[in-house]
């Protein structure tokens, strides 16, 4: 299957700053990405879908100005939490999907944040 | 909201076929069911998919009812690294369409 990759796996930042995770797809062109968040022993929540190069469409009850996505190539995203809190301590995780990808959606490892 | 319905939780033997059930009643005619797992602490991977007709791959095999209703994802010969979170999902095979994971069945392999 096609690889998507997330850096950093653990990020550990202090409250009140900005954390960035990275979503890339390394052996297909991501036309479309998808971030989720999951809280420990719960479901993912799908967060936001961004197409390249478009601005994100965020689901309901998502903060676009505190979770700032950028799809700015086929095969980069960025999550961006702004003024991190504790209550924002999760597993972020990304997926993508692309023409080459069989439209098929590939996940990334996951992203654990812990804000302190 | 999800649009499958999946037992919380199952157990299986090392060795012996683990069969996980998936309703999908309200499944429209160009939906896929997909099948995902999630192992702890990991992203979700990618198992099968299928739109009605039964598929098979080196991982499992998948069993869509004729009416497409419901469908199984089966393990052959279910290993202790098989324990994980299986979600069934419906999604449309294009480009857009975002998965909405459900609560899924924890399958838990034993010795």
């Known amino acids: 299957g096609a690889v998507v990759s997330q850096h950093p796996s653990r990020v550990i930042c202090k409250s009140g700053t900005s954390v960035k995770i990275e979503c890339r797809s390394l052996?297909?062109?991501?036309?479309?990405m998808f971030w989720y968040r999951q809280f420990p022993k719960k479901s993912l929540m799908l967060m936001a879908t961004?197409?390249?190069?478009?601005?994100?469409?965020?689901e309901q009850g998502v903060e676009k100005d505190k979770f700032l996505i950028n799809h700015a190539s086929l095969t980069l995203s960025t999550l961006t939490v702004t003024s991190a809190h504790p209550e924002d301590s999760s597993f972020y995780i990304c997926?993508?999907?692309?023409?080459?990808?069989?439209?098929?959606?590939?996940f990334g490892e996951g992203s654990w944040l812990t804000v302190v | 909201d999800a649009k499958t319905t999946q037992p919380t939780s199952m157990d299986c033997a090392e060795g012996r076929a683990a069969n996980l059930p998936c309703n999908h009643s309200?499944?429209?005619?160009?939906?896929?069911v997909y099948w995902y797992r999630q192992i702890h602490s990991q992203g979700p991977q990618y198992i099968i998919h299928?739109?009605?007709n039964n598929e098979t791959n080196e991982m499992a095999s998948l069993i869509i009812t004729e009416d497409r209703k419901s469908s199984t994802l089966i393990l052959p010969h279910a290993t202790l690294r098989d324990t994980a979170v299986y979600y069934c999902?419906?999604?449309?095979?294009?480009?857009?369409?975002?998965?909405?994971f459900g609560t899924g069945t924890r399958l838990q392999v034993f010795p």
């Open positions: 997926s993508a999907t692309g023409y080459h990808s069989g439209n098929t959606i590939y």
């Open positions: 052996d297909f062109q991501a036309t479309t």
């Open positions: 961004s197409n390249e190069g478009s601005k994100a469409t965020y």
């Open positions: 309200t499944i429209s005619g160009n939906e896929y």
């Open positions: 299928g739109l009605k």
């Open positions: 999902i419906v999604r449309v095979e294009d480009n857009t369409d975002k998965l909405i």
